[in-house]
C-alpha cells in the first residue's frame, strides 16, 4: 500500500521568512493534494498536483510535484502568522477512490 | 467554509453505545468520504461512496458502517463503541473520484 512521508513533522519559523515542506511517496504519485488544518479542525484543500514537474502557486504558496513524481514539496514565501497550521500531503490511493495521508507538518510562524 | 456539514459537532457517549454521524455535502458532489482523525493513527480513510454506491474501503471495523442516501447525505454508524473509537471524525466529499475533495469540520467524538 501507498505511503506517504513528510519532512520535517515540525517547524518553527520567523515572520517573514520562507520554508519548504516535503512530501515523499513510497509509490508513484498520480495525483497530489495539499490540505492545510488548524488543530482540531476541518482541512482546508489547498492544491492538487497530478503532472510530473507540475508547479501551482496560490498567494505565497507554491507546489510542484518533481518529474519522477515519488515527491512533492510545499514552498512558502516571507510566512504571515496566517499561515501557521499543520500541512498535510495527500495520495490518490488505488485508482482515485480514496486519498492516504502523510502523518503531517505542523507549522509554527514567530512574530 | 467548505460547504460539507457535519452534524454533531461533539459527542459525548460511553462505551458500548452506538452513535450516528450525519454528512451533507456540498452541493452537486457525488462522492462522499468518511475519515477517522487520531493522535496516534493519524488521518485514516475509512469508506467512500459515490452516487449511493460504495466505491472503496479502507481500514474501517466491521462495527462501523456507512450508507449513502438518495439525497446525497451520508451517515456514518459506530457501534459496540470502545476507548479506542474516540477520535475527530471528517466528513468529505467532491464532484468525481478524482476532483479534490473538500471537508467538514468534523464530529469530535468521546468514549467515557
Known amino acids: 500500500s501507498q505511503e506517504l512521508e513528510q519532512s520535517p513533522q515540525s517547524l518553527i519559523v520567523q515572520e517573514g521568512k520562507n520554508l519548504t515542506i516535503n512530501c515523499t511517496s513510497s509509490?508513484?504519485?498520480?495525483?497530489l493534494y495539499w490540505y492545510k488544518q488548524k488543530y482540531g479542525e476541518g482541512l482546508i484543500f489547498l492544491m492538487m498536483?497530478?503532472?510530473?514537474?507540475e508547479e501551482k502557486s496560490h498567494e505565497k504558496i507554491t507546489a510542484k510535484l518533481d518529474e519522477k513524481k515519488q515527491q512533492s514539496s510545499l514552498h512558502i514565501t516571507a510566512s504571515q502568522p496566517s499561515h501557521a497550521g499543520i500541512y498535510l500531503c495527500g495520495a490518490d490511493g488505488e485508482g482515485a477512490q480514496k486519498l492516504v495521508f502523510g502523518q503531517g507538518t505542523r507549522l509554527t510562524i514567530n512574530p | 467554509d467548505s460547504g460539507v456539514t457535519q452534524t454533531p459537532k461533539h459527542l459525548i457517549t460511553a462505551t458500548g453505545q452506538r452513535v450516528t454521524l450525519r454528512c451533507s455535502p456540498r452541493s452537486g458532489d457525488l462522492s462522499v468520504y468518511w475519515y477517522q482523525q487520531s493522535l496516534d493513527q493519524g488521518l485514516q480513510f475509512l469508506i467512500h461512496y459515490y452516487n449511493g454506491e460504495e466505491r472503496a474501503k479502507g481500514n474501517i471495523l466491521e462495527r462501523f458502517s456507512a450508507q449513502q442516501f438518495p439525497d446525497l447525505h451520508s451517515e456514518l454508524n459506530l457501534s459496540s463503541l470502545e476507548l479506542g473509537d474516540s477520535a475527530l471524525y471528517f466528513c468529505a466529499s467532491s464532484v468525481w473520484p478524482w476532483s479534490p475533495q473538500h471537508f467538514g469540520d468534523g464530529t469530535r467524538l468521546s468514549i467515557l
Open positions: 498536483l497530478q503532472k510530473g514537474g
Open positions: 509509490k508513484t504519485l498520480y495525483g
